[in-house]
């Protein structure tokens, strides 16, 4: 009789423990948690985006930089590649 009642006990427990499980489980996969999910993620790919142009953008400020710096007091025609004129 005790034995019945543990396991009846038992069952009774796992039943609350995975009928919690259960509603988690619906509740992430609700409309507006999927909304929400997928507004956050949209999120951080903008801010990765913008990350990555502002890193672009400083790569080519300082490459601009480095070729003006080469160029500086070579003649014109020689700059451009251009054959001397006479």
């Given amino acids: ?3 019945r009642l543990v396991w009846f006990g038992l069952g009774a427990g796992v039943a609350v ?10 509740r992430q996969a ?5 909304g929400q999910r997928l507004a956050a993620s949209a999120g951080e790919l903008g801010e990765s985006a913008r ?3 502002d890193r672009a953008r400083a790569a ?3 490459r601009e930089a ?7 007091g070579r003649p014109r025609s020689d ?3 251009l054959p001397e004129s006479d």
Avoid: N, T
């Fill in 60 to 62: 080519m400020a300082e």
């Fill in 66 to 72: 480095e070729l003006k710096e080469a160029l500086e």
């Fill in 1 to 3: 009789m005790i034995g």
């Fill in 79 to 81: 700059r451009l590649g």
């Fill in 17 to 26: 423990w995975g009928y919690g499980k259960v509603r988690a489980s619906l």
């Fill in 30 to 34: 609700s409309p507006e948690a999927l």
């Fill in 51 to 53: 990350d990555f142009v």
